[in-house]
């Protein structure tokens, strides 16, 4: 059987335009999606039941036991964590926001570890953003800054920018200028019309030259800023100038380096000044496929959208301080709940040996670096393949992603519910 | 009236105690406050051994003393102060003195985040090393500090005075990045080094008498001029924010 219009529940660009084969309720082939997406949806191994750590081995327990023994951990915790969220669906974000603030927890996700700084930025200087169709139809000029989608977002490139056509654009390969600015020379800059490339930890200090430029002030900037010569600053200025409309794209060669949402602010800034001239617009290179749709949720029913504490009853939000990294780092959490991420993958030592002695519970189909901490992983259905809710694309817009595959296993949502019916049982 | 409150040794030592309540005008009613632990609520003599000496009739006249293992893990302590002092025997956590408007709070070693974050008014001294985002502003807010004084005697970390929009701050040893971000008035002085200072800076003085390191390119070079018996460059800008601040430095480095 082929299931079309399937959604790639991988990175951010969340493709809807996938095409799956599936014999004897298996994943047997994959059409349009990019080896990231495929991967995904061919699947792996899959964990069979839930898990309980006994001594130095793991024991088989039953669904109930492993959510009664989260509940029971998240009521008993003077302060615990309910981290994730990028990798599953917006309706069980839901229900752990709810579960937060229940238990009068921090939730926080992903982003605080990939594009939290872009949200700092947005926060003080707001947003000029479009959704990828409008890019795709009028851009004629693309800025990809500290982003590599060859890598990261395979198909950015081929659906929304260089090789994709554009409705008001005769000849979109022809009139379509990408300018590609990193630390080094990517796979994407190899694509460019333009490459700049920056000496590392010079993100600011070229985004403020570009600004003092487009004002007309050249002559005060000095010959070279951060490795890039003021001839070429020059250049990409009246690049962005004769553009009908431009696109900035940023990934996390931005968002992580010195100065962090700074440089994100200044990019936004840089983006206003342009619009004085022309139609310009910027946007995050979002990676999880539903890491924008946890921001989403959370500040729609929070006010905030990461590191949002609820220890004192109501929502508190200061990132640096009730941010994942930064409450483990300090030792500020005392039971952790993470649903749909890896933390052991890329959290720094120090949140490891936090991570490493408090009770710690895991929803995830597959094991990962982080079941090494858990006392409890809980397999759910994946989101996408065996279980149906709604995701947000790098630009927000929502898309409901497929079912494709019926499995037995409970959706994140059905397990987060199961415990937060139990939770409001005992508090009540 | 001194009040002392010499912190007990705790079980739970990492969870950060949240004590906005120790501020000078609450002693005037009493010692019956509470702190929170995470999402628990303690009585104060729960977490504190408290001792109060005299008595007082207003917030001028208090003097609250507090020591013990672990003050470093107390987050909002003197938050909304108006008057009175506070004195720290040690370290301590992160949002001390946010939001005040008078009277003095000493900390003897060394502060945590957001120390005097949004101040308005009163002093902050710190005999040691204050942590990221020393008098600065808000998450997304457009003001920082808006008056009184911040003077910490060691260094300080990245995101200094952050927004501010008035009042002083007087760092002795090196800041980190980005000092005196956004800044739009009152006055920065860091005597040692720092990088990359008064970035996006629309107004106010920022001074440093060290190097500025990694100097953005957007600030406009406009002379020497001598400032309390030492040679200073002075630069207007940042002219990429349209800015007219006054930035000194004794010595700068482009990242070129
Ligand atoms: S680009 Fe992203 S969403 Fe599209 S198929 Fe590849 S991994 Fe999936």
């Not at chain 1, 409309?245 to 010195?258: E, I």
């Not at chain 1, 890329?346 to 090494?372: K, S």
């Not at chain 2, 309540?21 to 609450?26: F, S």
């Not at chain 2, 300080?156 to 002083?168: N, P, R, W």
């Amino acid at each position: 059987m082929i299931v079309k219009d399937v959604v790639c529940p991988f990175c951010g660009c969340l493709c809807d335009d996938i095409e799956v084969e599936v014999e004897e309720n298996r994943v047997v082939a994959v059409a349009n999606a990019c080896e990231l997406g495929t991967k995904k949806l061919m699947g792996e191994k899959r964990m069979k039941n839930p898990i309980l750590r006994d001594g130095g081995t793991w024991k088989d327990i039953t669904y109930d036991e492993a959510i009664q023994y989260t509940a029971d951990m998240l009521l008993s915790a003077e302060r615990p964590l309910l981290y994730g969220w990028s990798g599953t669906h917006g309706e069980a974000q839901c229900v752990g926001v709810h579960m937060a603030e229940l238990v009068r927890g921090v939730i926080d996700n992903t982003s605080s570890v990939c594009h939290g700084p872009s949200i700092l930025a947005i926060q003080e200087v707001g947003h000029p953003g479009c959704t990828l169709g409008v890019v795709k139809n009028r851009a004629d000029l693309v800025i990809y800054w500290g982003a590599n989608p060859i890598d990261a977002h395979p198909r950015h490139l081929s659906r929304y920018t260089r090789y994709a056509e554009g409705f008001f654009l005769e000849n979109a390969f022809r009139d379509r200028k990408v300018i590609v600015v990193d630390v080094r020379r990517t796979e994407t800059a190899n694509i460019a019309d333009e490459f700049v490339q920056i000496k590392p930890g010079g993100d600011y200090a070229v985004l403020s030259a570009l600004r003092a430029i487009v004002r007309g002030k050249t002559e005060m900037i000095p010959r070279t800023v951060a490795g890039v010569t003021r001839e070429q600053l020059v250049r990409v200025v009246d690049l962005c100038k004769g553009a009908k409309f431009g696109a900035v794209y940023f990934g996390l060669g931005l968002t992580m380096t010195g100065g962090k949402y700074k440089n994100i602010r200044n990019a936004i800034e840089l983006v206003s000044e342009l619009s004085r001239h022309t139609k310009f617009t910027i946007s995050a290179m979002r990676g999880h496929y539903n890491v924008y749709g946890s921001n989403e949720v959370n500040t729609w029913m929070t006010g905030y959208p990461f590191g949002i504490d609820f220890s004192r009853g109501i929502a508190f939000y200061n990132p640096g301080e009730t941010t994942a990294v930064d409450i483990l780092a300090r030792k500020e959490c005392d039971a952790a709940l993470i649903v749909g991420s890896d933390p052991a993958a890329h959290f720094p030592r120090r949140c490891l040996e936090h991570l490493a002695d408090i009770p710690v519970v895991q929803l995830d189909p597959y094991p990962n670096a982080t079941t090494a901490f858990c006392n409890v992983q809980i397999p759910v259905a994946v989101t996408g393949i065996d279980a149906v809710g709604t995701a947000y694309r790098m630009d927000g817009v929502p898309i409901r992603t497929r079912r494709v595959l019926s499995t037995g296993y409970p959706s994140d949502e059905e397990v987060l519910i199961r415990m937060y019916a139990l939770m409001q049982g005992a508090k009540a | 009236m001194r009040v002392t409150l010499a912190m007990r040794p705790a079980a739970r030592s990492f969870i950060p105690i949240e004590a906005e309540a120790i501020v000078p005008k609450n002693f005037l009613s009493g010692t019956d406050l509470s702190v929170w632990r995470g999402n628990r609520e303690l009585r104060l003599d729960e977490v504190f051994s408290v001792f109060v000496e005299g008595s007082a009739d207003r917030p001028e006249d208090v003097e609250v003393v507090i020591s013990g293992d672990g003050t470093s893990r107390l987050k909002r302590v003197g938050e909304y102060m108006d008057g009175g002092k506070i004195t720290v025997l040690g370290d301590i956590g992160m949002h001390c003195g946010n939001f005040m408007t008078g009277g003095t709070i000493e900390i003897h070693g060394n502060a945590d985040g957001w120390l005097g974050r949004e101040m308005a008014g009163g002093t902050i001294l710190c005999r040691g090393d204050a942590a990221d985002y020393c008098a600065s502003g808000y998450r997304g807010g457009r003001k920082g500090m808006t008056g009184g004084t911040v003077e910490v005697f060691g260094r300080a970390g990245d995101f200094l005075a952050e927004s501010i929009a008035g009042g002083t701050v007087i760092v002795h040893g090196d800041a980190g990045d980005m000092a005196g971000a956004e800044m739009h008035g009152g006055t920065l002085v860091v005597h040692a080094d720092c990088s990359r200072p008064a970035a996006n800076m629309k107004g106010g003085s920022c001074y440093v008498y060290g190097t500025a390191h990694g100097m953005l390119p957007t600030f406009k070079r406009i002379g020497t001029v001598q400032h309390e018996g030492r040679m200073l460059i002075h630069f207007i800008g940042d002219i990429a924010n349209r800015g007219k601040g006054n930035l000194f430095v004794k010595d700068y480095r482009y990242l070129d």
